[in-house]
């Protein structure tokens, strides 16, 4: 156990009223009890039971002491049902949203081979644009989001979260792709470019990082469906801006490569994966959580090796925001 058996021992003292009863209950000698109360009473400071003719009764300081240990020995065995239920999960159904640029992305892959190894468990997997990715998971539509650059929001929790960094991605003869390493803007925009449309998140970030140029760049299409800009920079009509995992099965199999933009050019989405703040997931959530995390900690691994994106450092911030 976590907790010392004391912590029975006492509870069961103090439902009994007598030690002798409370070691009768528990198959222990009274002797052992009796020194745990001893024990728990020296590291007090103060007696936590009155002894009485007839038994024990608890004292002021042994109220407030049994509060706590009746809050702890709940919350245990609330961790032994969860845990328990992560060894071996009957059944269940799991929900998140996702952004359109990982839902065409690494999230089918990673659902697919969740769904191989736990067949009991339902996803339900929706998409949403990424100025309302928050929205679903506040309101309790699904329990879990995953997407870019979320906000800081009361009543969400942040599970984790890992730098990607927007850069541009080419066909494979092309020639920017031939130089390797991080590619010039200033050759990028010379370019015909197929760009994320206004309004989405990705735009936003492209934005900020064609802001600096001397003069306005035009792209040749305009589209908010990933597939189909990756579909135009194969068929050869421009270049485009992503974030790797984007295109990571792309160039996995050699249709596209990626590239960094050089610096001061460099820019970084955060994609976070978050719940709201006082949902307590329940079992098949939380083997799916652990799942999407170690699976995302491995492509990111992979992306790092390729010098794709820089080394995450802290990527499970656990907390409250």
Not at 75 to 102: C, F, H
Not at 198 to 223: C, D, F, K, Q, Y
């Amino acid at each position: 156990m976590l907790h010392s058996r004391k912590l029975q021992y006492i509870d069961e003292i103090a439902r009994c009223g007598s030690i002798r009863k409370a070691a009768a209950r528990l198959n222990v000698a009274s002797s052992a009890i009796n020194r745990q109360i001893l024990a728990l009473e020296e590291e007090l400071g103060v007696p936590i039971f009155e002894r009485m003719p007839r038994g024990l009764r608890l004292t002021a300081a042994g109220e407030l002491c049994i509060e706590h240990i009746r809050e702890v020995l709940k919350a245990y065995d609330k961790l032994e049902t969860r845990v328990r239920g992560l060894k071996m999960p009957q059944a269940g159904r799991v929900s998140m949203v996702s952004t359109v640029g990982l839902a065409a992305g690494p999230m089918p892959e990673i659902v697919a081979r969740f769904v191989e190894r736990h067949p009991r468990i339902r996803i339900q997997l929706a998409i949403d644009g990424a100025t309302t990715t928050a929205n679903p998971v506040l309101s309790g539509e699904v329990e879990i989001g995953i997407g870019f650059n979320i906000p800081a929001t009361p009543g969400l929790r942040t599970l984790a979260s890992f730098d990607i960094p927007i850069g541009v991605v080419l066909p494979p003869d092309h020639r920017l792709a031939a130089e390797g390493g991080p590619v010039d803007l200033a050759k990028v925009v010379q370019e015909p470019l197929v760009l994320a449309q206004p309004g989405m998140s990705l735009r936003t970030m492209i934005n900020l990082i064609l802001a600096p140029l001397p003069v306005p760049v035009e792209p040749v299409v305009e589209t908010g469906a990933p597939e189909t800009l990756r579909h135009l920079v194969k068929r050869g009509t421009g270049l485009t801006f992503l974030n790797p995992l984007d295109v990571l099965g792309e160039c996995r199999r050699g249709e596209l490569v990626f590239r960094p933009l050089s610096e001061p050019y460099r820019r970084h989405q955060p994609m976070k994966i978050f719940t709201r703040a006082r949902a307590t997931l329940d079992a098949a959530a939380s083997l799916f959580v652990e799942f999407l995390l170690t699976e995302l900690g491995q492509l990111v691994a992979e992306l790092e090796a390729k010098g794709h994106v820089p080394r995450q450092t802290g990527t499970a911030a656990i907390g409250r925001e």
